[in-house]
Nanobody, 122 residues
Framework: QVQLVESGGGLVQAGGSLRLSCAAS????????MGWFRQAPGKEREFVAA????????RYADSVKGRFTISRDNAKNTVYLQMDSLRPEDTAVYYC???????????????WGQGTQVTVSS
């Protein structure tokens, strides 16, 4: 069982940056691939980024590639999403998720956080 709590969301102007954090409970955090997803009003939840259990492999949605960076600190049971060059279309609730997987999945996650709101003004 893994419990996830996101933080770091907020209001930022276009072109600005935010860093999201996701703190995980449980002693097996390092066994899980971790992902970030987002859901904008009226839209389906979509994959943003994911990182392998070791941190050596990452995947990104095309819409955020080159602007967002996912990382993790297994000693702190935390995964991060550094978001730079933010755009109004990045506005959404951002969710952290965990998957017991040896690959870097874009779907099929087992555990989810409650989400944190990110709003980018133009």
């Amino acid at each position: 069982q893994v419990q996830l709590v996101e933080s770091g969301g907020g209001l930022v102007q276009a072109g600005g940056s935010l860093r999201l954090s996701c703190a995980a409970s449980g002693r097996t955090f390092s066994s899980y691939a971790m992902g970030w997803f987002r859901q904008a009003p009226g839209k389906e939840r979509e994959f943003v980024a994911a990182i392998s259990w070791s941190g050596t492999s990452t995947r990104y949605a095309d819409s955020v590639k080159g602007r967002f960076t996912i990382s993790r600190d297994n000693a702190k049971n935390t995964v991060y999403l550094q978001m730079d060059s933010l755009r109004p279309e990045d506005t959404a609730v951002y969710y952290c998720a965990a998957a017991l997987s040896v690959v870097v999945p874009t779907r099929g996650y087992d555990y989810w956080g409650q989400g944190t709101q990110v709003t980018v003004s133009s």
